[in-house]
């Protein structure tokens, strides 16, 4: 209660609430202090503590103090001052959300952050002056002091580091992390940025990626290009506007357009000079006349006054061209498989993977397979000599007990570690038939035998019925 209505000092009873409609100083002891919605904690004239509207809390000079809305939380001399009817706010600084009217579900933290925001709603703005010029843009997580400093209008933007995406004037789409990147963007859009001033002077490229410290520096427009590694960037001499263009690795400098460059050393492919429907590769500073690397056999790869990759032969050192990627008077390709028209077959020399000359990825169709016997004493013909030593059936069945396969054949171990030789596993085959065979002849024997025998007791045994 209240113990004295003209009184300018009032002590709430322990335990007790005490309702204030008046300015008045207040000790309280134990107890609370209730005051009406839109009232206000002020220091002389400055409202600094205030619940106005629903779900709100207002704490600093002239914070929220237009709000109608709900579900608002603004901390910091001036922050969200101009609110109204913006819900689910949370801003944190003074100034910060300063213009905001009624953008909906921002959360700004640091000085000036958000200042600007009018309209724009689920915004996530941290950092001294992080989106300050943010108006009407949406979805945008700007991170960092200065980050996305100038985006008025633009959506869906993420700046990460100081002053990334700091002119940023209201596009879409662009995604900047490190120190300074994506800095100097106006009206490009969709382009991506990683590292430390990646991307710096790009005003009004799009689709653009730069990775790497300085990558892609020196860009001003140009869309779909791409830098990858510290210092990856366009050369001196560069088209304005360049397009499609690729530097890869660190200090990679790409002059043309469509044109990829790998490395420090310049390695460069391009499609600059093929005819529209033709596919190939051009390789810069390479053509007919450049000094080649002496090579051995009898086709090689080179290339033709124009730059173009052909198949080429070797006659006393001097290159010669084979008339193309395909000679037609060996080779011809029809209804997208390659003939060879030699009456003398292919010959592939050399050893590949594992010490194979000819790998096939993929199933093999054939008519005719004929592999190669080294030797006729290779051929298991040995089977049927006096001198072979065949094991016993019991043998052999003690032996597949115990191992899990035929004597003398590989496992499935090892076969799926080495392969299968058609060869030796053919000979093996046979081997076993042949030996088969033996057996068969064996029982064959040893069943007329018993046969014999069986009719001569049967004789017996007649003959001893008529007795």
Do not use: C
């Not at 490190?178 to 991307?199: C, D, F, H, I």
């Amino acid at each position: 209660g209240i113990f004295s209505a003209n009184a300018q000092t009032i002590t709430a009873p322990v335990g007790q609430s005490l309702t204030i409609t008046n300015p008045i100083d207040v000790t309280v002891a134990g107890g609370s202090v209730n005051v009406p919605a839109d009232g206000s904690y002020n220091f002389g004239t400055t409202k600094i503590l205030s619940v106005k509207g629903t779900n709100n809390l207002f704490l600093g000079a002239s914070a929220g103090v237009l709000n109608t809305a709900v579900n608002n939380v603004f901390v910091g001399g001036g922050a969200g001052q101009n609110n109204t009817s913006g819900p689910g706010n949370l801003f944190f600084g003074s100034f910060a959300g300063y213009n905001n009217s009624s953008g909906p579900f921002n959360t700004f933290m640091g000085i000036s952050a958000g200042e600007g925001n009018t309209t724009g709603g689920y915004n996530l703005f941290i950092g001294a002056g992080a989106g300050f010029a943010n108006t009407t843009g949406q979805y945008n997580l700007f991170l960092g002091t200065s980050s996305g400093r100038s985006n008025g209008a633009g959506n869906n933007n993420i700046f990460v580091g100081y002053n990334s995406g700091y002119s940023n004037a209201g596009v879409d789409g662009n995604s900047y992390v490190g120190y300074n990147s994506g800095y100097s963007n106006q009206t490009g859009t969709s382009n991506s940025a990683l590292g430390q001033n990646a991307g710096y002077l790009n005003t009004s490229g799009s689709q653009n990626v730069f990775v790497g410290g300085v990558a892609g520096y020196s860009l001003t427009s140009g869309n779909l290009n791409t830098f990858i590694g510290a210092s990856s960037d366009i050369g001196a001499g560069a088209p304005v506007g360049i397009t499609n263009a690729s530097a890869i690795g660190a200090n990679a400098k790409v002059v043309a357009s469509n044109t990829i460059v790998l490395g420090n050393a310049a390695t460069t492919i391009t499609g600059k000079g093929l005819a529209a429907g033709q596919t190939g590769l051009r390789f810069a500073n390479v053509d007919s006349g450049t000094t080649p690397i002496a090579v051995g056999g009898n086709r090689i790869l080179t290339v033709d006054g124009a730059g173009n990759v052909i198949l080429g032969s070797l006659n006393g050192g001097t290159i010669n061209s084979a008339g193309g990627p395909v000679a037609e008077s060996t080779w011809k390709n029809q209804d997208g498989y390659l003939y060879n028209n030699s009456t003398n077959g292919v010959v592939i020399n050399g050893s590949g993977l594992d010490g194979n000359s000819l790998i096939v990825k993929g199933g093999v169709l054939s008519k005719e397979v004929n592999v190669k016997v080294e030797g006729s004493e290779s051929w298991p013909d040995y089977v049927f000599k006096p001198s072979y030593k065949r094991m016993t059936l019991d043998e052999v069945e003690k032996f597949i007990n115990i191992n899990g396969h035929l004597p003398n054949v590989a496992s499935a171990t090892e076969m799926a570690a080495t392969g299968n030789n058609l060869n030796k596993t053919d000979i093996k085959l046979l081997e076993k038939v042949e030996e088969l065979t033996l057996y068969l002849l064996e029982m064959k024997k040893s069943n007329e035998a018993q046969n014999a025998e069986i009719q001569n007791l049967k004789k017996q045994v007649k003959s001893l019925r008529r007795k």
